[in-house]
């Protein structure tokens, strides 16, 4: 099984550091390059657990809940990523995305590789809003 720990950890990092930051921090990009991240992650998410669906927009909740949005979308794309490795309905996702961009072989390795671009966008994310 796929272990996200990786990006559970660096998703509530994250999450938290937003939470904790002040209204100045938040108003200066902080706040909108959570919820980028925190859409992002969502779309993510909803293309492996539900493949050819239109993923829902996040709606924008408000300065200070920024950062309970990444925390939920972001661990709702581990548990996508977990379950996809797992044979779930993710597996699908997985050998559609393959045929269309002719990467990876398996389902472990194509949630691997989400994994790991899922991690390096939150860590990007972090260094770009300086929480």
């Not at 390059?33 to 539900?50: P, T």
């Not at 927009?57 to 490795?85: K, S």
């Amino acid at each position: 099984m796929l272990d996200v720990t990786s990006l559970e950890t660096a998703v509530d990092r994250l999450a938290d550091r937003l939470r904790a930051a002040p209204r100045s921090r938040l108003r200066q990009g902080a706040a909108a390059e959570g919820l980028a991240l925190a859409r992002e992650l969502a779309v993510r998410a909803r293309r492996i657990e539900c493949p050819g669906a239109e993923p829902p927009i996040m709606p924008e909740a408000g300065l200070f809940a920024v950062g309970d949005q990444v925390a939920v979308a972001g661990h709702d794309l581990a548990m996508a990523l977990r379950h996809a490795d797992a044979g779930g309905s993710g597996r699908r996702a997985d050998h559609a995305d393959r045929a269309a961009d002719g990467s990876g072989s398996g389902s472990g390795e194509a949630a691997g590789e989400r994994l790991a671009e899922a991690l390096e966008l939150v860590r990007a994310a972090g260094a770009r809003c300086g929480c």
